[in-house]
């Protein structure tokens, strides 16, 4: 069973940065795929980044390419979303979650593609 604790999360103006971390035990992590999501309230949760086990390939959604970067060290058991020139639109909570088959196309973007969530952390941004 893959425990995943995300931390980091909190309020920032709009141009600011945010580094989340998401602490995974229990466990292959450095087999994992993993990612980050957010879910605005009333929307639906949506793919934010993706990296491979071995952290050689990433994905972004569209919408924070250039301006957030995903990362993992594998020796620590830890994946982290640097946010940077954030917006009052990227406002959400965050999760990590874990694609332990590794199967299908890269990235999965889709919810379902994910077997282990976080519980989620909080990112506000005001104007």
């Known amino acids: 069973q893959v425990q995943l604790v995300e931390s980091g999360g909190g309020l920032v103006q709009a141009g600011g940065s945010l580094r989340l971390s998401c602490a995974a035990s229990?466990?292959?992590?450095?087999?994992?795929?993993m990612a980050w999501f957010r879910q605005a309230p009333g929307m639906e949760r949506e793919f934010v980044a993706a990296?491979?086990?071995?952290?050689?390939?990433?994905g972004y959604a569209d919408s924070v390419k250039g301006r957030f970067t995903i990362s993992r060290d594998n020796a620590k058991n830890t994946l982290t979303l640097q946010m940077n020139s954030l917006k009052p639109e990227d406002s959400a909570i965050y999760y990590c979650?874990?694609?332990?088959?590794?199967?299908?196309?890269?990235?999965?973007?889709?919810?379902?593609?994910?077997?282990?969530w976080g519980q989620g952390t909080q990112v506000t941004v005001s104007s």
């Open positions: 979650a874990a694609d332990v088959d590794r199967s299908g196309p890269f990235p999965p973007t889709q919810f379902s593609a994910y077997d282990y």
């Open positions: 229990g466990g292959a992590f450095s087999s994992h795929r």
């Open positions: 990296i491979t086990s071995s952290g050689l390939r990433t």
